[in-house]
């Protein structure tokens, strides 16, 4: 269904409920991929943030947002908020970067 057809709000709720439920699964997905990155990360002694992936990221969330018709600057700080939650995740598993000798 798209909002559009929607005719009331219960419909909305239930599509909004279901598209939450949808994004609560692909972060859970993506936590998989961070944890996956800690142990290669911790394999090669790289650290949990790289500042030029950062920002690679970053840059491609803004261009899909514009692309989805989203104000970017919105849809980064969400990212940036994210990304920030992924990089302590995988310094619970790898120590925090200042602690790392690489």
């Keep these: 269904m798209k909002a559009k057809d929607c005719t009331s709000m ?4 239930a599509e909004i409920d279901r ?3 949808a994004l ?14 800690a142990e290669i990360k911790a394999e ?4 949990a943030r790289i500042e030029a992936r950062v920002e690679e990221v970053v840059a ?6 514009v692309a989805e ?3 970017p600057d919105l849809v980064e700080k969400l990212w940036r ?3 920030d939650w992924s990089i ?3 310094e619970s598993r790898l120590g925090p970067d200042s602690l790392r000798k690489g």
């Design 81 to 83: 908020r994210l990304i």
């Design 10 to 13: 219960t419909e909305i709720r």
């Design 88 to 90: 302590a995740r995988e």
């Design 60 to 65: 491609n969330v803004r261009r899909h947002a």
């Design 24 to 37: 609560v699964k692909l972060f859970a997905e993506r936590a998989g991929y961070i944890d996956r990155a």
């Design 69 to 71: 018709g989203l104000q």
């Design 19 to 21: 598209l939450d439920e």
């Design 44 to 47: 090669v002694d790289l650290p």
